[in-house]
């Protein structure tokens, strides 16, 4: 008995550990099955943009795309090439569930399909407008004359402009422009010189230049300044009396490309008009100090209708004070058509009027003609 009790005892005894091990695997199952279960309740399966997502259920369409890892903006407000003009101030970022457009706040359900696209771009405002389209100036040839063979005219052109970044695109012609064409020349007539005084008129040389002038009897031309000419009317009378040229050298000697138009068209005119003053006819040439020109001065001296005279020969009389020296100079530089660069304003000009006699002499011995410019280039 004793025995088969402890039989029965260590039966027994063995019982409580099995039914425990077997209580703690249905405790883990159900455990495990608890967790599928809740996870499955707290978590969707999702797809953003074709990328299977786990998401928590109270995820939001935001925190979706957030976890997805996709990086979207929304558009930017663009100039009419397509440039930036201000960051995110273009159309919003476009959300889709299950290809309804729907806002960023949405709830998801489990398995929705979820499309998320950049915002598109939005385009300034435009509008038509014509435009002048400029012309080039050709240059060609060798010479001290600017002459305007073809005159050029601005185009027109239809086009879209950016009210904010007037950029314009999609031009239409509506007039084609033409290029002006300018051909420097020199003149080809027969042993012509013509004999120029710059930056006068002054008081003490002109005077003297007139006199050897006409005691010669030969012609020359005065590139006189607005400055000098408005306080020497009567030099100007003087110098049309006795048959020589008056022509236009600005009014302040300022270099004229580096002027804006107005500023060169009021060099040009006012001189002129001081001239015309004392005279009775405006300036036709005009010389630009320097003889800096460029096409802003070329433009502007069609406009006031002058034409550009620069120089051949450019003894530089004003470095020089021997008077000998000046004239050998110029004979041995000298051939017809040349334009002679002299001086009777703007320093001492002493060795120019003395040189002069010899010079002039020189020239009329050699069979040339001292004429003005107006008649170097007369057709
Ligand atoms: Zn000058």
Not at 120 to 131: H, L, N
Not at 262 to 271: D, H, M, N, P, S
């Amino acid at each position: 008995m004793i025995v088969i009790k402890n039989k029965v005892d260590k039966a027994y005894n063995h019982e409580p550990k099995r039914k425990y091990i077997t209580l703690v695997i249905i405790i883990t199952i159900f455990l495990i099955i608890e967790f599928i279960f809740y996870y499955n309740y707290f978590n969707y399966r999702v797809f953003v943009n074709d990328k299977p997502l786990m998401i928590s259920r109270f995820a939001t369409l935001h925190d979706a795309i957030k976890k997805s890892g996709i990086k979207v903006e929304p558009g930017d407000f663009v100039d009419i090439e397509n440039k930036v003009i201000e960051k995110g101030k273009g159309g919003p970022i476009k959300y889709f569930i299950d290809f309804k457009n729907v806002s960023g706040k949405s709830k998801v359900k489990r398995m929705a399909e979820i499309f998320v696209v950049n915002g598109i771009d939005r385009m300034e405002p435009q509008e038509k407008i014509i435009i002048q389209i400029p012309f080039k100036y050709n240059i060609i040839g060798e010479g001290p004359y600017y002459e305007i063979t073809r005159k050029g005219k601005l185009g027109r052109k239809l086009v879209n402009q950016g009210i904010i970044s007037k950029k314009t695109k999609d031009e239409v012609i509506l007039e084609e422009k033409v290029d002006c064409i300018i051909i420097k020349k020199r003149s080809k007539k027969d042993r012509m010189i013509a004999l120029t005084f710059d930056d006068g008129p002054h008081k003490k040389y002109t005077p003297q230049i007139l006199d050897i002038l006409s005691d010669k009897k030969v012609r020359a031309n005065f590139f006189v300044l607005g400055i000098n000419a408005e306080r020497n009317p009567e030099l100007l009378k003087r110098i049309i009396k006795e048959g020589h040229m008056i022509a236009n050298h600005s009014f302040s000697h300022t270099y004229l490309t580096k002027m804006n138009p107005e500023q060169i068209k009021g060099e040009i005119e006012r001189t002129s008009q001081i001239v015309k003053k004392a005279t009775g006819k405006g300036t036709t040439w005009l010389r630009p100090p320097g003889g800096s020109v460029d096409q802003k001065v070329i433009n502007v001296a069609q406009l006031t209708k002058h034409r550009i005279i620069k120089w051949t020969v450019d003894p530089q009389d004003w470095r020089q004070s021997n008077h000998n020296i000046l004239v050998s100079k110029i004979i041995n530089t000298n051939s017809s058509g040349s334009i002679i660069l002299l001086h009777d304003g703007g320093g001492n000009r002493q060795a120019t009027v003395k040189a002069l006699p010899t010079l002039i002499d020189k020239l009329l011995e050699e069979g040339y003609q001292l004429v003005t410019v107006d008649m170097m280039f007369s057709k």
